[in-house]
């Protein structure tokens, strides 16, 4: 196992993730690359309806891509391709296996990330074992068909309060409403349309990261 699976700490900045059906006609690998390159320090895979062993050679590549830009590679969901490609983690959400079975699966060589959406949720990860959590989601998003209704920055709130446990904000994150997320105390955040739906990402990530820099 690499040295930076071992690592616990979530980086702060831009938890990317991928999405091919918004990436305006690009594969993974393409949006990957830019996205990488921009120095992004954290990208999740995450496909719904790809056949595994397609997802599976695109995860080896972006494992690859990953290690040579020194970021965080976690999969969405499928700890059985996070083991098989060597990510550093995996994230899981409330409907997917039990954090502790995960756990016992997956060992202490992978960081478990959980998506929460109460302060109940945050606490039973907490109590479970998780690396870190999801926060969200805090805006309305049309990116996953299940997601639950918005949570709002009131969570976010509790959270930053309340808890120690490294976490993510996701959930309907745009360069307009950026600063009110990092101002609420978000160190990590997750954008997906609003970077793969972007025809220019390059530009879009300085943008976001100069926001970042700005309210941190």
Same mark, same amino acid.
């Given at each position: 196992? %690499? ?41 999740? $895979? #995450?496909?719904? =309806?790809?056949? *595994? #062993?397609?997802? $599976? ?6 494992? @690859? ?10 999969? %969405? ?11 550093? /983690?995996?994230? &899981?959400?409330?409907? =997917? ?5 995960? #756990?016992?699966?997956? /060992? ?14 945050? !606490? ?5 074992? @998780?690396? $870190?959590?999801?926060?969200?989601? !805090? ?14 920055? =009131?969570?976010?709130? $509790?959270?930053?309060?309340? !808890? ?6 996701? /959930? ?8 009110? *997320?990092?101002?609420?105390?978000? #160190? ?8 793969? /739906?972007?025809?220019? &990402? ?15």
């Amino acid at each position: 196992m %690499n040295s930076t699976s071992k690592k616990r700490t979530l980086p702060a900045g831009i938890y990317a993730l991928t999405s091919e059906l918004h990436s305006l006609g690009r594969s993974n690998l393409e949006v990957a690359a830019e996205i990488l390159a921009s120095g992004v320090p954290i990208l999740q $895979y #995450r496909e719904k =309806d790809k056949k *595994v #062993r397609a997802m $599976y050679e695109e995860c080896l590549v972006l494992r @690859a891509m990953t290690h040579q830009y020194g970021a965080m590679f976690i999969i %969405n969901d499928h700890l059985d391709l996070a083991l098989a490609v060597g990510a550093d /983690g995996v994230h &899981i959400g409330q409907d =997917d296996l039990p954090l502790s079975k995960v #756990r016992e699966l997956v /060992g202490h060589n992978l960081i478990i990330g959980v998506s929460t959406h109460s302060p109940a949720q945050a !606490l039973a990860a907490v109590n479970g074992g @998780a690396d $870190y959590i999801g926060v969200g989601p !805090l805006f309305a998003t049309h990116t996953k068909i299940d997601v639950c209704d918005p949570v709002g920055l =009131d969570y976010l709130d $509790y959270v930053v309060k309340n !808890l120690e446990i490294p976490f993510v904000a996701i /959930g309907g994150i745009k360069e307009h409403n950026l600063a009110a *997320v990092v101002k609420a105390g978000a #160190r990590t955040v997750a954008l997906v349309t609003e970077i793969v /739906g972007n025809p220019e &990402i390059t530009g879009k990530i300085k943008r976001l990261q100069r926001i970042i820099e700005t309210q941190s």
